[in-house]
Nanobody, 123 residues
Framework: QVQLVESGGGLVQAGDSLTLSCSAS???????MGWFRQAPGKEREFVAA????????YYTNSVKGRFTISRDNAKNTVYLQMNSLKPEDTAVYYC?????????????????WGQGTQVTVSS
């Protein structure tokens, strides 16, 4: 079992920045982490992720250049730095863990999910 707790969401204005955190606890084994988001009335979509080896990062096109995924292995924490936020970034953001080298963009590849944190960007 892996427990994930997100934090850092909030209400900001367009152009502002936020940093989301996701702390993992539980069994210790190799895993890869990613961030997804879900806006009202829409499907959950991929935002960013580490590769299985952790050497590479991937982003959906709409956040490239604005969002950065990073991690602190000593703290078992992954971060999502979000800059130049736009109203269309408004969503509940989820961190997730996958236990295999699956498709990092596919939500079905992830085995554990956090509870989500709301990010609201006003125009």
């Amino acid at each position: 079992q892996v427990q994930l707790v997100e934090s850092g969401g909030g209400l900001v204005q367009a152009g502002d920045s936020l940093t989301l955190s996701c702390s993992a606890s539980g069994r210790t084994f190799h895993y890869a982490m990613g961030w997804f988001r879900q806006a009202p009335g829409k499907e959950r979509e991929f935002v960013a992720a580490f590769s299985w080896t952790g050497e590479s990062t991937y982003y959906t096109n709409s956040v490239k250049g604005r969002f950065t995924i990073s991690r602190d292995n000593a703290k078992n924490t992954v971060y999502l730095q979000m800059n130049s936020l736009k109203p269309e970034d408004t969503a509940v953001y989820y961190c997730a863990v996958r236990l295999t080298a699956g498709q990092f963009m596919a939500a079905d590849s992830y085995h554990y999910w956090g509870q989500g944190t709301q990010v609201t960007v006003s125009s």
